[in-house]
């Protein structure tokens, strides 16, 4: 009897041992997922970063070709074409993703100004380097355009992921923060531009 008790008892703690590192190994795995879909995420965010500025570079190497054919035709615009031109450097020496960020939205701006220029010039318009360089930059903002929404998903996706409970307690354990430098619109995309045929 009492050798029965002492199987019982053991076989009882073998279970509760059993249940404890069950319940260890789910709680491990559980843990381990979300780590991983944080990591996946803040990778994600990181590559789709690398491509909005493959594009962003694809533009910044159009606009010397762009300027020079435009100064030939408007040689009396020289604020816009220097305004293009401090803002391709400008981009080119930002560190940051918001610096980047930053300098691309302007200089979008500055590209739109430079694009209602050459409405002025007949000639230009007609200049096959002008047109062709017009129809390159026009593909190359739309993949801009393409990469920045992928870009501001990824972040959103991360950002999420990293405030809801409880990947934030995890997220915060290891020292993953939010994300920022979100695209946004320019500022003068909300009024429609003046057409004027006089």
Same mark, same amino acid.
């Given at each position: 009897?009492?050798?029965?008790?002492?199987?019982?008892?053991?076989?009882? @703690?073998?279970?509760?041992?059993?249940?404890?590192?069950?319940? =260890?190994?789910?709680?491990? #795995?559980?843990i381990?997922?979300?780590?991983?879909?944080?990591?996946?995420?803040?990778?994600?965010? &990181?590559?789709n970063?690398? !491509? =909005?500025?493959?594009?962003? !570079?694809?533009?910044?190497?159009? /606009?010397?070709?762009?300027?020079?054919?435009?100064?030939?035709?408007?040689?009396?615009?020289?604020? =816009?074409?220097?305004? =293009?031109?401090?803002?391709?450097?400008?981009?080119a020496?930002?560190?940051?993703? @918001?610096e980047?960020? !930053?300098?691309?939205?302007?200089?979008?701006?500055?590209?739109?100004?430079l694009?209602?220029?050459?409405?002025?010039?007949? &000639?230009?318009? %007609?200049?096959?380097?002008?047109?062709?360089?017009?129809?390159?930059?026009?593909?190359?903002?739309?993949?801009? %355009?393409?990469?920045?929404r992928?870009?501001?998903?990824?972040?959103?996706a991360?950002?999420?992921t /990293?405030?809801? #409970?409880?990947?934030?307690?995890?997220a915060?354990?290891m020292?993953?923060?939010?994300?920022?430098?979100?695209?946004?619109a320019? @500022?003068?995309?909300?009024?429609?531009?003046?057409?004027? #045929?006089?």
């Amino acid at each position: 009897m009492m050798k029965q008790q002492r199987n019982g008892c053991l076989f009882g @703690s073998l279970i509760a041992l059993g249940v404890v590192l069950l319940m =260890v190994l789910i709680g491990y #795995f559980y843990i381990k997922g979300i780590y991983n879909r944080i990591v996946t995420q803040d990778e994600a965010v &990181d590559a789709n970063w690398a !491509q =909005v500025e493959n594009v962003l !570079q694809r533009r910044f190497d159009l /606009i010397p070709n762009l300027v020079n054919t435009v100064k030939g035709f408007a040689k009396q615009e020289r604020e =816009v074409l220097t305004e =293009v031109t401090a803002l391709r450097s400008q981009w080119a020496q930002a560190g940051s993703v @918001s610096e980047k960020a !930053q300098a691309a939205t302007g200089l979008e701006a500055a590209l739109g100004k430079l694009m209602v220029i050459s409405e002025r010039y007949p &000639d230009l318009k %007609s200049n096959q380097n002008f047109l062709r360089l017009q129809d390159e930059l026009a593909g190359t903002e739309n993949r801009v %355009s393409v990469e920045r929404r992928r870009y501001n998903e990824s972040v959103q996706a991360y950002n999420t992921t /990293i405030r809801t #409970f409880p990947a934030v307690r995890i997220a915060n354990n290891m020292g993953f923060e939010k994300k920022e430098a979100y695209f946004e619109a320019v @500022s003068e995309a909300a009024s429609a531009p003046v057409v004027d #045929f006089e």
